[in-house]
């Protein structure tokens, strides 16, 4: 398998901090600017962003031609997505709302090949864009090399976090912030940087480095990214396409007077 793939499950388990670009404009070439920005990764979303499949499918190889891995976080419960995001080349999936140990295990089940998993095989185009002619090399490395993530962003997920981390097949999790700070405070507060909020994914942090497993989280601004890292969280999503191009649009109409 491609070293850039591997290179991101490898990086990270070394304890190094991957910071991830986040995609939701469907288009590949916004994908591949960040990527040749200087980030680490890429992650398009199929969530909230405007992503689909087919705009997976080429937003994958535009991010690889840049040199750079590719994560897909795929929509609520549509597991089926995470084994053609693999397929197509991604070297990580997130799953979001992961809220107990049959959730894990249902996404750990599309993620991993036998015998961890039940994953069909047909990594063609992931194969054909890493160069990989041998099809016993990408088998013998798919399950350690791609990496099932998932996410924590409720009251149940965090509640059910052991037992999550306890599924064979999953590599860590991602923290959502937003969706959390919803649930901790029933639906009173929109505040992914709040007292209560980064109390819990602190402990959340610690939980995840004594399971051996990786700790991801989507930070909302550079200050918020600095106290992840300090938490001991190594996959770091910061910035997102649209808010990069929103922003400096805005700053740059703001130097002329507009």
């Given at each position: 398998?491609?070293?850039?793939?591997?290179?991101?499950?490898?990086?990270?388990?070394?304890?190094?901090?991957?910071?991830?670009?986040?995609?939701?404009?469907?288009?590949?070439?916004?994908?591949?600017?960040?990527?040749?920005?200087?980030?680490?990764?890429?992650?398009?979303?199929?969530?909230?962003?405007?992503?689909?499949?087919?705009?997976?499918?080429?937003?994958?190889?535009?991010?690889?031609?840049?040199?750079?891995?590719?994560?897909?976080?795929?929509?609520?419960?549509?597991?089926?997505a995470t084994?053609?995001?693999?397929?197509?080349?991604?070297?990580?999936?997130?799953?979001?709302?992961?809220?107990?140990?049959?959730?894990?295990?249902?996404?750990a089940d599309?993620?991993?090949?036998?015998?961890?998993?039940?994953?069909?095989?047909?990594?063609?185009?992931?194969?054909?864009?890493?160069?990989?002619?041998?099809?016993?090399?990408?088998?013998?490395?798919?399950?350690?090399?791609?990496?099932?993530?998932?996410?924590?962003?409720?009251?149940?997920?965090?509640?059910?976090?052991?037992?999550?981390?306890?599924?064979?097949?999953?590599?860590?999790?991602?923290?959502?912030?937003?969706?959390?700070?919803?649930?901790?405070?029933?639906?009173?507060?929109?505040?992914?940087?709040?007292?209560?909020?980064?109390?819990?994914?602190?402990?959340?942090?610690?939980?995840?480095?004594?399971?051996?497993?990786?700790?991801?989280?989507?930070?909302?601004?550079?200050?918020?990214?600095g106290i992840?890292?300090?938490?001991?969280?190594?996959?770091?999503?910061?910035?997102?396409?649209?808010?990069?191009?929103?922003?400096?649009?805005?700053?740059?109409?703001?130097?002329?007077?507009?």
């Open positions: 398998m491609t070293d850039i793939v591997s290179s991101l499950a490898e990086t990270i388990r070394a304890g190094e901090t991957v910071i991830t670009g986040w995609s939701s404009l469907p288009e590949p070439l916004v994908a591949e600017t960040m990527a040749r920005a200087g980030y680490d990764a890429v992650t398009l979303d199929m969530q909230h962003g405007f992503h689909t499949i087919e705009s997976v499918h080429r937003g994958i190889a535009a991010v690889r031609l840049a040199g750079k891995p590719a994560i897909v976080r795929v929509p609520v419960g549509d597991f089926a084994s053609r995001a693999l397929d197509f080349g991604a070297a990580a999936v997130i799953a979001p709302m992961i809220n107990s140990y049959e959730d894990a295990r249902q996404f599309f993620m991993k090949m036998a015998p961890v998993g039940s994953r069909s095989w047909g990594p063609h185009r992931a194969m054909a864009i890493a160069g990989e002619a041998d099809p016993d090399a990408y088998l013998a490395n798919a399950n350690r090399q791609t990496l099932a993530l998932a996410m924590i962003e409720s009251r149940e997920g965090v509640a059910e976090l052991e037992a999550i981390l306890g599924v064979a097949g999953i590599d860590g999790i991602f923290v959502g912030p937003s969706d959390l700070s919803i649930a901790l405070s029933d639906g009173g507060a929109l505040d992914p940087t709040g007292e209560r909020v980064m109390m819990v994914t602190g402990e959340i942090a610690e939980r995840v480095r004594d399971s051996g497993k990786i700790a991801g989280i989507f930070c909302s601004n550079v200050g918020h990214a992840a890292m300090d938490l001991g969280y190594r996959l770091i999503a910061l910035g997102s396409d649209a808010s990069i191009l929103r922003a400096g649009s805005e700053a740059l109409l703001e130097k002329i007077g507009r």
